[in-house]
């Protein structure tokens, strides 16, 4: 199809297309030939359109570049995860903390009353303040829902935008990496923070590795 | 008449570690026969077979949540008349009314203590 120049050229592309008969028409063109003086030149549509397509093709340049496929594969994923991570260590934590509990309180028992009262008080203190792990739990599955939101939402937009270029896997793994990194501003090459369950090396595997260390020095 | 303090009490938090502090603040408070269920519809099955004094249940769980235990205790001839107190994060005036009109016995905002346990239980079963 030629591209539409002029209101003339667009008056035969609509006639072509519609089969509107030509006295018709030309009330058509005379519309269009009244809007087109309104813009500041004689191809005033034409790069009205232009613009509005060059606008179209630089926001879907801009959205690609934030990767919302990598956004939605790993990042979210990754979050998620970590997040489960949080949940996971406090319900360990607390099972620890209310273990040491249940040892005092049973010694609690075996003091005489004034000090039995003090140690028994203090384990309820520390059973109350355990509750910090369910509503901390609670808080973060609504993170996480939220997070499966976004989701949703970056699902649209991709849909909305058709195919974007092609993701780079390693450029990925590399900002996931960045992104879970230590931010506490050291080394970021180097520090990860805390590993997720399983994937952390235990303390014998870190003596291991120092002792192999030490035996090649 | 005084509480029983060997009557059995059903404890019911999709958290272990919920249950566990609300066992063991059950026990200091004087409560030994406590039986703990993950959801509303294992309580539910429990509560079929033991008759149980008092229900301490949290709201948010899944399969069954609290609300919908609550509703099927207050809908079972043998079972309508248990103490019933919910155990919640859920601190906002739709849900207290919501489970007051589904016949709650009373209602403990988490994270609580264990003076206001023992004050709401006293307030459901009288003064022990």
């Known amino acids: ?217 | 008449m005084s509480v029983d303090l060997k009557m059995p009490v059903l404890v019911v938090d999709d958290y272990a570690t919920m249950l566990r502090i609300v066992k063991n603040l059950l026990k200091q408070i004087g409560f030994e026969n406590v039986d703990e269920a993950s959801d509303g519809g294992q309580a539910f099955q429990m509560m079929k077979f033991k008759k149980y004094g008092l229900v301490i249940s949290d709201w948010n769980m899944q399969p069954t949540s609290g609300i919908d235990l609550l509703r099927n205790v207050r809908g079972d001839a043998d079972l309508k008349g248990t103490p019933f107190i919910m155990v919640t994060a859920e601190s906002k005036t739709d849900n207290v009314i919501e489970a007051k009109n589904a016949g709650v016995s009373n209602y403990i905002v988490k994270p609580f203590s264990s003076e206001i346990l023992k004050g709401k239980i006293a307030s459901v079963l009288g003064q022990f």
């Open chain 1, 1 to 217: 199809m030629d591209r539409i120049k002029s209101s003339r050229d667009l008056s035969l592309q609509l006639n072509a297309a519609e089969g509107i008969p030509p006295h018709n028409l030309e009330i058509v063109q005379k519309v269009v030939d009244r809007l087109m003086s309104q813009w500041p030149n004689n191809r005033g549509i034409y790069l009205q359109l232009q613009r509005l397509a060059d606008f179209i093709t630089k926001t879907r340049g801009e959205l690609s570049s934030f990767r919302p496929q990598e956004m939605k594969e790993r990042f979210i994923p990754k979050a998620t995860d970590e997040l489960d991570a949080i949940v996971e260590a406090t319900a360990s934590a607390t099972h620890t903390i209310m273990d040491a509990a249940d040892v005092i309180m049973d010694l609690a028992g075996r003091l005489e009353k004034e000090q039995s009262d003090k140690a028994m008080a203090a384990v309820t203190s520390i059973y109350e303040a355990c509750t910090f792990q369910d509503i901390t739990g609670q808080r973060v599955t609504k993170v996480i829902n939220v997070l499966k939101v976004i989701e949703d939402r970056i699902d649209k937009m991709v849909l909305a935008l058709g195919e974007l270029e092609p993701i780079d896997q390693a450029q990925i793994d590399d900002a996931v990496e960045e992104a879970v990194t230590d931010s506490a501003g050291g080394d970021r090459s180097t520090l990860n923070g805390p590993a997720l369950p399983g994937q952390a090396k235990s303390q014998a595997e870190i003596d291991a590795i120092l002792s192999g260390l030490d035996g090649a020095s």
